[in-house]
């Protein structure tokens, strides 16, 4: 066993780099769905930076904003809460605002990558499963 596993939960080594303030817990117990803590999070912190990739940073505001128009698409494809939705983005901005939608919209989100074919093949079967729509 590698020596970062220990009792059978790896290490949070993510943690050291938390800038100060940053809590390493978050009660959700207020909030009815994670989608409600990341709404929230966006009204209270939408001047700061929600992300940042190659330099370029998104605001809670932006990604507000931009989640909203994604759920519009979504609504006009009929789909409903408790329906699966695959992601298959890389690591782009992109990617957490689709996340947040499909979360605020009470939907599951399935990941997948075309990049990683072990993980593809397990999502595959899940969204047939799942009747996942293809709208391609």
């Known amino acids: 066993m590698a020596d970062y596993v220990k009792s059978g939960r790896p290490e949070q080594q993510w943690l050291e780099h938390y800038p100060a303030g940053v809590p390493t817990e978050v009660d959700t117990r207020p909030f009815a769905s994670l989608g409600d803590m990341l709404a929230r999070s966006c009204s209270l912190y939408a ?3 929600a992300f940042t990739i190659a330099n ?14 994604f759920a519009s ?7 409903r809460r408790g329906e699966p939705i ?24 399935v990941a997948s990558s075309r990049t990683n074919p072990p993980l593809h093949r397990r999502t595959l079967p899940c969204c047939r499963d799942s009747r996942q729509r293809q709208n391609e």
């Open 86 to 109: 695959a992601i298959m983005l890389p690591n782009l901005l992109q990617y957490p605002i689709v996340l947040f939608d499909i979360l605020r919209a009470r939907m599951v989100a």
């Open 56 to 69: 370029t940073v998104l605001t809670f505001a932006e990604l507000d904003h931009l989640s909203r128009h």
């Open 73 to 79: 698409y979504l609504q006009q494809l009929g789909l």
């Open 47 to 49: 001047a700061g930076p």
